[in-house]
């Protein structure tokens, strides 16, 4: 069985996988850039292969706190994107690096 940088991905059973595959495109992960935004309808759950996108939760007083790193041994907004499709948090780029997106 190939090996997939992502280790979600990775760990499906082939049949699953390949059904999943041909919708997977790669993204660029640049430092910065915001994968969901809290509230907001999800479009893609990202499967990082490198890099590490960061989960905050916005303070109603303006600050953030960050809940969760994500990198290749994870998925941004999977849970959600399959149920209620509205992502709970900020994901941020915090180190640049590559990945898989899956339009939902």
């Known amino acids: 069985m190939p090996q997939h940088p992502n280790r979600i991905l990775n760990a499906l059973p082939q049949n699953i996988f390949a059904a999943v595959q041909s919708h997977l495109k790669p993204v660029e992960l640049t430092f910065g ?59 941020i780029i915090q180190v640049a690096g590559s990945g898989a997106a899956l339009t939902v």
């Open 33 to 91: 850039d915001i994968v969901a935004e809290t509230g907001q309808p999800i479009e893609r759950v990202h499967f990082p292969h490198s890099g590490v996108i960061s989960l905050v939760v916005e303070m109603e007083v303006g600050d953030m706190i960050e809940t969760a790193m994500v990198g290749r041994d994870g998925a941004v907004n999977a849970t959600a994107a399959l149920d209620g499709l509205i992502a709970l948090h900020r994901g």
